[in-house]
Nanobody, 117 residues
Framework: VQLQAFGGGLVQPGGSLRLSCTAS????????MGWYRQTPGSQRILVAS???????TYGESVKGRFTISRDNAKNTVYLQMDSLKSDDTAVYYC????????????WGQGTQVTVSS
C-alpha cells in the first residue's frame, strides 16, 4: 500500500486547512486510515482515525476543531482542520493499517502544516 498526501502549508491562527490522502496498491487489506502529527523531538501522535465501519477516534487536542472523513470509492481520507492554533504546527502523516492490527503499518510522506501570523 502506498499513501500520497496532499495539502498542508502556512495558515494564520483561526484559519482552516484541508489535507487529503489517497491510498493505492493492496487497498483491500486496509481496515482504517487516519492522520498523525509530529513535532521535532516529540513522538508521532494520533490526530484522527476512521475505520472502514466509520468508527472515528480523535486526539484530545483536536476534538471539536478537526473533522476526518473518507471516500471509500476513491480510497481517500480527508482531514478538515478548523480554528487552527499555533500548537497545531507539525508535520502531518497520513496512515493506514491492515486488518488485525492495532496501529498503522503504512505511512505517507508527511506534509508540513504551519500555523503562524
Amino acid at each position: 500500500v502506498q499513501l500520497q498526501a496532499f495539502g498542508g502549508g502556512l495558515v494564520q491562527p483561526g484559519g482552516s486547512l484541508r489535507l487529503s490522502c489517497t491510498a493505492s496498491g493492496r487497498v483491500g487489506s486496509i481496515s482504517a486510515m487516519g492522520w498523525y502529527r509530529q513535532t521535532p523531538g516529540s513522538q508521532r501522535i494520533l490526530v484522527a482515525s476512521m475505520t472502514n465501519g466509520a468508527l472515528i477516534t480523535y486526539g484530545e487536542s483536536v476534538k471539536g476543531r478537526f473533522t476526518i472523513s473518507r471516500d471509500n470509492a476513491k480510497n481517500t481520507v480527508y482531514l478538515q482542520m478548523d480554528s487552527l492554533k499555533s500548537d497545531d504546527t507539525a508535520v502531518y502523516y497520513c496512515s493506514a493499517r491492515d486488518y488485525g492490527l492495532r496501529y498503522p503499518n503504512y505511512w505517507g510522506q508527511g506534509t508540513q502544516v504551519t500555523v503562524s501570523s
